[in-house]
């Protein structure tokens, strides 16, 4: 018993650093958010991983990154293909 006690407090410890993790990472996306805002692609990447970051994160619709870099501008496969230039 001791041994199951012991395990379920090292699990419940490396779940409390991974929230506090994923709290500080998304702190830190929203500080960013602040001076990237006036960027329309910084504002969009750091929109996506506010979005990624989210509590309910998984009730809410994540464009595929493909689409995502497409439309940014930053995907390199879509530039370099002549059948994209008009």
Do not use: C
């Not at 990472?25 to 958010?33: H, Q, S, T």
């Amino acid at each position: 018993m001791r041994e199951l006690i012991t395990r379920f407090k090292a699990w419940r410890e490396r779940r409390y650093w991974q929230k506090r993790h994923l709290q500080f990472i998304r702190k830190n996306v929203m500080l960013d958010w602040r001076w990237l805002a006036v960027d329309p692609v910084g504002k969009a990447i750091t929109d996506r991983y506010e979005k990624l970051t989210a509590s309910d994160w998984y009730k809410l619709d994540h464009e595929p990154i493909e689409q995502f870099r497409k439309r940014i501008g930053m995907e390199p496969n879509y530039k370099k293909d002549p059948s994209h230039d008009h």
